[in-house]
């Protein structure tokens, strides 16, 4: 396993599906401006 690690900025239609694929070969952080999505990916929403 290489040492990148992937960062997503903006978590909407097209970030977060990239984030999930880019997550099952390196470690991902995802950055979204809006808290009330923030909140409802951390509930699972």
């Given at each position: 396993m290489s040492s990148y690690?992937?960062?997503i900025i903006g978590l909407g239609y097209v970030?977060?599906?990239?984030?999930?694929?880019f997550s099952k070969l390196y470690p991902v952080?995802?950055?979204d401006v809006n808290d009330r999505r923030v909140q409802?990916?951390?509930?699972?929403?």
């Amino acid at each position: 396993m290489s040492s990148y690690r992937i960062a997503i900025i903006g978590l909407g239609y097209v970030g977060l599906p990239l984030a999930v694929e880019f997550s099952k070969l390196y470690p991902v952080i995802g950055f979204d401006v809006n808290d009330r999505r923030v909140q409802e990916l951390r509930a699972g929403n």
